[in-house]
């Protein structure tokens, strides 16, 4: 089970020379999204009907047709009338799926533009490219790409049960799947194995690949993986972990709702099976 198909996006980074037809505007102050009242993405004619002026801009590309942009608001910024800056985090289930993983690109985007005005070696200025996603400074010719931070999340099987933790800035009750960086030198498997058993003391193996998903908080690409227990009981250090234990499909905790996150998919990924009788 994994995220439905959304209409083909297609990035681009140069803009149309000629602005024509639907144009939206992820705009942002710092990084809450400014959405409509009944939280739909703005187009461009909104944003200058209500005299809003950008920091910076970033063409993003298209999406069914409509050219989209990332949009960098003042850090005080208010929201015009009928219209409202919330989180993206805050969106989820209310703003247009589609539009959620785009506006997911837009943030990470806007976020690399923004902090990569000048060079991390020299401090010199830099200048963006006009054919690829990229700034290259101008004293040193450095050349700078957006940061992706990878990270793994695992559901653990034991026969029918799975593997659940509560981090202490889960929302009260709320139990979740494991999960992780990736260390520099180290493969997606590896961080696999060695996050379980730093969080829980338990032992993993046969570990498979199961989806991705990019993740804008703040630019992670989770890598989603399925284990199973090889051995270890389980133990918490209270700090990074307060609570993990083994549920049965049919007897889940109270977990985050609906199926919009890859922590979701491999939670319902494995209930389906369990009722299903498949392994």
């Given at each position: 089970?994994s995220?439905?198909?959304?209409p083909?996006f ?17 705009a ?11 939280t ?25 047709g ?12 208010a ?11 805050m ?61 793994m999340?695992?559901a653990?099987e ?82 990074e ?11 889940m ?27």
């Amino acid at each position: 089970m994994s995220r439905r198909p959304f209409p083909a996006f297609q990035p681009a980074v140069a803009p149309p020379e000629e602005r024509g037809g639907i144009t939206l505007c992820f705009a942002f102050r710092r990084r809450e999204l400014l959405v409509t009242r009944d939280t739909r993405v703005p187009q461009v004619d909104v944003l200058d009907e209500a005299g809003l002026s950008s920091v910076r801009h970033q063409y993003l590309g298209t999406l069914e047709g409509q050219h989209c942009y990332s949009i960098e608001l003042e850090h005080n910024a208010a929201p015009p009338p009928e219209m409202q800056f919330l989180d993206l985090r805050m969106l989820f289930g209310r703003l247009e799926e589609v539009h959620h993983a785009v506006a997911g690109r837009a943030v990470q985007i806007m976020e690399w533009d923004r902090t990569h005005q000048f060079c991390g070696a020299c401090g010199g200025p830099t200048e963006r490219s006009e054919t690829e996603r990229s700034r290259t400074c101008k004293c040193c010719n450095l050349v700078q790409f957006p940061r992706l931070s990878p990270a793994m999340i695992v559901a653990v099987e034991r026969d029918d049960e799975i593997l659940l933790a509560r981090s202490p800035h889960f929302p009260p009750g709320i139990l979740s799947v494991l999960a992780g960086f990736v260390e520099p030198g180290e493969s997606a498997e590896e961080a696999v194995a060695r996050e379980v058993k730093e969080e829980t003391n338990i032992d993993v193996e046969d570990v498979r690949y199961f989806a991705s998903q990019p993740w804008p908080f703040p630019n992670s690409l989770m890598l989603g993986f399925t284990a199973r227990y090889r051995g270890g009981e389980i133990g918490v250090d209270g700090v990074e972990i307060e609570e993990a234990g083994w549920y049965r499909y049919d007897q889940m905790p109270t977990t985050f709702a609906g199926n919009i996150s890859i922590s979701q998919w491999l939670m319902n990924d494995f209930i389906e099976r369990k009722r299903g009788g498949r392994d």
